[in-house]
């Protein structure tokens, strides 16, 4: 009875022989060939998937950042502001002989001071609404990266999931990642849009604290969190 062949890859130069080391499928039985691809395509979907989503998170950090950025100037002309209203409020006009001849002219100085304020409110609103996009940019993003995974899970595999390679974190790591940016960015909108929906004109002591408490909350969390991921998965997205 005759030996059955077996079909092999054929290797017909030395350099194609060579690439066995950067080709791991070069040499294996056809059938195993397609069986490797077969399982590797969900992998690399999931992969490809995780990699355009984190190429979005850099760069809606550059947004995010800027736009935090421009508000710190913004905060700290609108204290100021308030701390002129309120020595406005507290100096009586009517004592300063100088001023006697303009009765009309307190009020004046604060229509103009309150018309420079909401300009700056203005600014400050855009700036929010900036921060309002990147975290719903990253969120749709985010979800559709956990989508294209539930549709691969199963056949992808646990074990692939877990285990990392030379230039690549684990799957399972870099879905947590990308939660943990995710949050990121929505407890920092939120606690930011928080507190400037508390300004109040008539309050303007608070107005004045107003660069202390954004600091606040900017200390408060992991400032380098996005960075330190991005930096994480800096050879993955080369690949």
């Known amino acids: 009875m005759r030996s059955r062949r077996v079909w092999t890859v054929p290797t017909s130069s030395p350099k194609e022989a060579s690439n066995r080391v950067a080709n791991p499928h070069v040499g294996l039985q056809y059938p195993e060939v397609i069986s490797k691809m077969t399982q590797d395509r969900p992998l690399l979907a999931v992969q490809e998937a995780l990699k355009k989503c984190f190429l979005v998170v850099e760069e809606q950090q550059g947004l995010w950042q800027s736009a935090l950025q421009d508000c710190q100037p913004l905060l700290s002309s609108l204290s100021n502001l308030a701390e002129q209203l309120?020595?406005?409020?507290?100096?009586?006009f009517e004592d300063v002989p100088a001023l006697r001849a303009f009765p009309d002219l307190k009020e004046r100085l604060r229509r103009k001071q309150l018309a420079a304020g909401d300009i700056v409110l203005d600014k400050l609103g855009e700036r929010l609404a900036i921060l309002l996009k990147v975290r719903d940019v990253v969120s749709s993003h985010v979800e559709r990266v956990f989508q294209i995974y539930e549709q691969h899970a199963d056949a992808v595999g646990i074990d692939a999931v877990l285990q990392p390679s030379a230039v690549s974190p684990s799957v399972a790591d870099m879905l947590e990642w990308l939660q943990d940016i995710?949050?990121?960015y929505r407890k920092s909108y939120l606690k930011r849009k928080y507190l400037l929906s508390s300004i109040r004109w008539g309050d303007l002591a608070n107005i004045?604290?107003?660069?202390?408490?954004w600091d606040r909350i900017s200390k408060e969390e992991h400032q380098d969190l996005v960075q330190d991921i991005l930096l994480n998965v800096s050879f993955f997205l080369q690949e």
């Open 208 to 213: 004045q604290a107003l660069p202390k408490a």
């Open 86 to 92: 309120q020595a406005a409020q507290n100096l009586r």
């Open 182 to 184: 995710e949050r990121h």
